[in-house]
């Protein structure tokens, strides 16, 4: 196969509630290569969630595509997708609410590979032990429940599991923002070091910009549902071009002093808005620094600026120089 594994067009999502429609996201397109990890971050509600449980058939798009290494999925039917769907696996943010409590971690890591009918039996409890031992933990856990274990073996065990089919995507949905400050490193670092040995392209979301800065090869910024920054990490971080992004990492100290020095000290104001209810214009508007007239009422598109792509109607240049500090902040 040639191209990505993963590839998002045009894809859009809305929900139906009492108060009117949610649009959870729209117009989001990236791709994700073997071996790259790409991560999502934006602040509580922009629709991260919603993303990767489409991207995962948990729920269908309404507008749209992802192809998985080449195959449009988006609308085959459940039978028609299950030869594919094992390329693709996800790993949740609370992994108790989704380990089985009555099975034991051996049935857990195994049922996928009956599913599938793969293996018999011996030969399916030798690749839980193999699983088992590659996120650290001993062959004698699968004789216990998934309750038996602390937070972290517990994200270990759901690591496991997803990799039990041998999968090209695997889609992280804050995986260790429910753990302890200490114990999130050593699962970081696993995954980091499975994603690296399988060449698994990941997409990897979290609202943590220090976490997002330790794994990500690209960054996807989300507002209210659209991408408004995205291009490589390292880049972003040192230089953010879209006002949002600069808020983000305004608020989050990170421990480098090069990206610390580079760090800008924009506050950023209040909660977002409704995605019920979005503003006219750029969805960033009402919190942005730097708004001008045409913000409110001209949506800004996605373009390319310099190395990366960005939808701020006041991001200007094509040389470093101008991305650094393209505007100076405006009263309101
Ligand atoms: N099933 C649903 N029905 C109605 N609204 C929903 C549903 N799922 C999500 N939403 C709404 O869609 C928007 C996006 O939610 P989503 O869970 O994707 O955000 P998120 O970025 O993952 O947030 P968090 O960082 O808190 O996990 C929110 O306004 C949320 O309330
Ligand atoms: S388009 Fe205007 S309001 Fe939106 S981020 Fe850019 S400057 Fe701010
Ligand atoms: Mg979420």
């Excluded at 994200?155 to 695997?170: K, T, W």
């Excluded at 373009?303 to 500090?325: F, I």
Aim: aromatic letters at 4%; hydrophobic letters at 40%; a positive charge.
């Amino acid at each position: 196969m040639t191209g990505p594994m993963l590839a998002v067009e045009g894809l859009a999502k809305s929900y139906r509630a009492s108060r009117g429609t949610v649009r959870a996201f729209e117009d989001v397109s990236f791709a994700v290569a073997a071996g790259e990890t790409v991560a999502l971050v934006g602040e509580s509600g922009c629709g991260k969630t919603s993303l990767a449980k489409t991207i995962y058939r948990l729920q269908d798009a309404d507008a749209g595509s992802v192809r998985l290494a080449g195959t449009d999925i988006t609308r085959l039917s459940r039978r028609a997708l299950r030869p594919h769907r094992r390329l693709m696996q996800m790993v949740f943010q609370d992994p108790y609410a989704s380990l089985n409590p009555r099975l034991t971690v051996g049935r857990i890591l195994e049922e996928p590979l009956i599913v599938h009918g793969i293996g018999d039996r011996a030969g399916r409890q030798g690749q839980v032990r193999r699983a088992l031992e590659r996120v650290g933990l001993a062959a004698a856990a699968a004789e216990r429940h998934p309750h038996q274990f602390s937070g972290g073996q517990r994200q270990r065990i759901g690591l496991a599991r997803a990799l039990m089919l041998e999968p090209g995507v695997l889609l992280c949905d804050e995986p260790v923002s429910a753990l302890d400050v200490s114990v999130q490193a050593q699962v970081l670092n696993l995954l980091a070091g499975v994603q690296e040995e399988r060449r698994l392209a990941m997409l990897f979301i979290s609202h943590d910009l220090g976490v997002v800065r330790h794994m990500a090869d690209r960054v996807l910024v989300m507002y209210l549902g659209r991408i408004v920054e995205s291009g490589p990490a390292r880049r972003i971080f040192a230089r953010p071009a879209h006002p949002y992004t600069r808020a983000l990492l305004a608020a989050a100290p990170v421990p480098d002093p090069d990206v610390e020095a580079a760090r800008p000290r924009e506050i950023l104001q209040g909660d977002p808005p409704s995605p019920i209810d979005p503003p006219p214009g750029c969805g960033f508007h009402p919190r942005c620094a730097f708004a001008e007239a045409r913000c409110r009422t001209e949506r800004p598109p996605l373009r390319t600026v310099g190395d990366r792509r960005v939808a701020c109607h006041r991001a200007t240049g094509d040389d470093e120089a101008s991305l650094r500090l393209p505007f100076a902040p405006q009263p309101h």
